[in-house]
């Protein structure tokens, strides 16, 4: 689906909205297992995943950053992240996608990462 296609145009999910929302939760559950090394804090939480997008086949898509370009786990994480997903029995498929626009800063961060990190 392309992100310029305005929402009241894009075709509705097949998944009820009851399924979908439970698994948009053992999404975050499993996202919230990967870490990035260097920072003690889950990559839900510090903002690195920018897009989720769920096909009615049950295949999810992501999106996903990093803090930095250079990230010495750069070719790790994604499979980090796919491994942590297909642990979801409804999940068909995933796939990863590294993006870096636009790039991950610091406000991108939750209150509790912030909280975490002490940047209050």
Not at 93 to 119: G, H, I
């Amino acid at each position: 689906m392309d992100a310029s296609t305005p929402a009241a145009e894009q075709a509705p999910s097949a998944i009820p909205q009851a399924e979908l929302d439970a698994l948009t939760d053992k999404l975050i559950v499993q996202l919230k297992t990967v870490f990035d090394p260097e920072i003690p804090v889950d990559i839900y939480e510090l903002g690195l995943i920018y897009k989720v997008d769920v096909a009615d086949d049950y295949a999810v898509a992501i999106d996903m950053t990093l803090t930095a370009p250079g990230c010495p786990v750069a070719g790790d994480m994604p499979g980090w992240v796919h491994d942590a997903v297909v642990q979801i029995p409804e999940v068909t498929k995933c796939t990863v996608n590294l993006v870096f626009e636009p790039p991950w800063d610091p406000s991108l961060m939750s209150d509790e990462a912030k909280l975490e990190l002490n940047m209050f």
